[in-house]
């Protein structure tokens, strides 16, 4: 389930609650289910202009959404992953600096199309420690 959000990424957690009371409504208690941000439009690369960012809790059943909550399914593929811990808005910008400009060269793989994942640790909310799943094939 999830709620789209345009622009800067950082405020991407504020949506949460409302996908937990929806969930809630549905009968599907949103304890202990992954909380995750997927980010399209490359935020690194375009700064806000084109990116999306969709607030997203994990359902093992479709459910219909609504006006505000949709469904998506999450692209799969191969994504390399980085834990954050201490995850505020400069270290975030320098890890997807870092991960495209340092990592991805030295590794021989390309950026994928795919939106890139973030997983909040402890299955809530927290921005200080994150894990970041990068598109790459």
């Known amino acids: 389930a999830y709620i789209r959000q345009e622009g800067s990424y950082n405020a991407l957690t504020h949506h949460f609650p409302r996908i937990e009371q929806w969930l809630e409504e549905q009968s599907l208690p949103a304890k202990g289910r992954r909380h995750l ?8 690369v375009s700064a806000n202009e084109g990116v999306f ?4 809790i ?26 954050l ?14 991960l495209l400009e ?16 973030v997983e909040y640790d402890d299955n809530c909310p927290k921005e200080n420690t994150i894990r ?3 598109p790459i094939r």
């Open 132 to 134: 970041v799943y990068m």
């Open 37 to 44: 941000g997927l980010i399209g439009g490359y935020p690194p």
């Open 102 to 117: 340092e990592w991805l060269p030295q590794q021989r793989c390309e950026l994928d199309m795919r939106p890139w994942l």
């Open 58 to 83: 994990e359902v093992d059943e479709l459910k219909k959404g609504e006006e505000e909550i949709a469904i998506r399914i999450i692209p799969d593929g191969k994504y390399a992953m980085v834990t």
């Open 85 to 98: 811990e201490n995850a505020d808005e400069a270290s975030r910008s320098r890890l997807f600096g870092w």
């Open 53 to 56: 960012c969709d607030a997203c």
